[in-house]
């Protein structure tokens, strides 16, 4: 028989949370209205349910909002689907008028509702009207050209906390804001985004950690970023511009990243995705101490929809590896919801019909998210059988652990307490709960079970 095998003396990050971002499906669902045939709800309010409630959904606690630019309503630039582009907020004398986005701030409501204890008001692109070509993404220049000007940076800085301070003052529990996102890509087309070198990250920064502090309504929000966009590139490099400027890293708490791995190339040393996380996590807690690293986005990244136990294997693997070898304190999905053909969202959407049903993925991020407190400790934990990835957290003196089995077959561990409850996401199975005794829990193929005792 296998054993789990747990070491409570080393300890490591607190754990934070797992959230998902409303981009960019929230401003459809937002105004779905119809009932759900199995809940009798309205289908968006079942939605925030299954993706915040504890009870009759997976629990998750953060909510990324996508403040907009406007590119929905001047058409402008090379971005086909129409949902890729976000609304506006500005009225014509220049207030923030959060009714303008009705449906996607609904969202943000309905997830609060639901469970969510905190938002994240996070930036692709700054309003076209501050861009350099007068469009959510970049030109198509080499060398790369940002698309904000240096003289608009204050113009940004203020609309993004003008932004923030409505959502406050509208009671929602906003905790972060993320004003630059996959600064390193040149987005010229397809998406909204906004390309920026780090010394330019710096400089923006500067002026958001000269301002927030005059705004007494957001004592409570912290500066966050810079949302690298692969975890291979020039991470150092933008953590340097955040946490090593003493002014902008009074404001933060942490350093956000995005765990994407993304165009292998033919070096094989580039196309390892675990030693890179190792190695910056390492980096990381030597070279800023006390500060967290949050995973804020990442999906499959695999064409075609998958709502199977494949990709709900994979989601669970990159959860573990980022929890225990990064040592993220939070870990964010890209997207909750999916209208398109493509490996991504924790739930699928047909936009025409107003329907929806959920992946294995869910679930999966369920199998975290559910039953791993907030303020836990993860906890040194390793498997006899190499192929079991796991990942264990303490919190008052009661043990979660979270085990994913990707073999073919049917794996029996011994688990250090005798009694408790699993929590199995297999091929049939969705969070299924079941108590055990002895400390004898069988896992089934395919399967990721957690363990609480």
């Known amino acids: 028989m296998e054993r789990i095998i747990i070491d409570r003396s080393k300890q ?49 606690n953060a909510y990324r909002y996508n403040i907009g630019t406007g590119s929905s309503e001047s058409g402008k630039g090379n971005i086909a689907q129409m949902l890729r582009r976000t609304h506006g907020i500005e009225t014509e004398s ?40 007068g469009m959510a993404h970049c030109d198509k220049a080499f060398p790369p050209k940002e698309n904000l000007p240096r003289e608009n940076y204050g113009e940004f800085v203020k609309f993004c906390l003008d932004v923030t301070e409505k959502f406050v003052r509208k009671g929602l529990p906003v ?54 966009g692969d975890i291979r590139w020039y991470n150092k490099s933008y953590t340097r511009a955040m946490l090593g400027d003493r002014e902008i890293s009074k404001l933060t708490d942490g350093i956000d990243v995005h765990s994407y791995f993304l165009s292998p190339v033919s070096v094989p040393f580039f196309n390892k995705r675990v030693p890179y ?10 070279k800023y101490p006390g500060k967290n690293i949050r995973m804020s986005e990442w999906c499959h990244m695999q064409g075609g929809r998958d709502a199977g136990m494949k990709s709900g294997l994979v989601t669970a693997q990159v959860m573990i590896e980022d929890l225990t070898i990064l040592g993220a304190s939070a870990w964010q999905h890209w997207i909750g919801v999916s209208e398109v053909d493509y490996c991504d969202g924790l739930i699928y959407i047909d936009e025409n019909a ?57 794996i029996t561990v011994k688990v250090p307490f005798e009694k408790g409850i699993t929590a199995v996401t297999d091929e049939t199975r969705n969070l299924e709960e079941k108590e055990f005794e002895n400390g004898e829990i069988k896992l089934s ?4 079970t957690t363990i609480a005792g």
Request: charged letters at 25%.
């Open 94 to 133: 220049g207030e923030i008028d959060l009714s303008l986005d009705e449906n996607a701030v609904r969202m943000a409501e309905l997830a609060v509702k639901y469970g969510a204890r905190e938002l994240i008001l996070f930036v692709n692109s700054p309003p076209e009207r501050m861009t350099a070509n």
């Open 277 to 286: 996380i190792r190695r910056f996590g390492k980096w990381v807690r030597k």
């Open 12 to 60: 490591h990050q607190t754990f934070e949370g797992i959230g998902c971002s409303g981009a960019w499906w929230a401003q459809l669902v937002g105004g779905w209205e119809q009932a759900d045939p199995e809940s009798g709800l309205p289908v968006r309010e079942r939605i925030a349910q299954l993706l915040y409630s504890k009870d009759e959904g997976i629990g998750l």
């Open 354 to 410: 107003g329907t929806f049903y959920t992946t294995k993925r869910l679930y999966v991020t369920g199998n975290f998210s559910k039953y791993i407190p907030l303020g836990a400790k993860r906890i040194d934990c390793k498997a006899t059988d190499a192929r079991l990835l796991t990942a264990a957290f303490e919190k008052d003196g009661k043990t979660v652990i979270v085990i994913s089995n990707p073999a073919d077959e049917e």
């Open 175 to 228: 905790k972060y804001l993320s004003p630059v996102n996959e600064p390193l890509w040149v987005w010229t087309g397809g998406q909204e985004g906004c390309h920026y070198r780090a010394s330019s990250v710096r400089r923006l920064m500067k002026i958001f950690a000269e301002e927030m502090p005059k705004r007494k309504a957001l004592s409570g929000v912290k500066l966050s970023g810079a949302e690298n």
């Open 445 to 448: 193929p395919k399967s990721v």
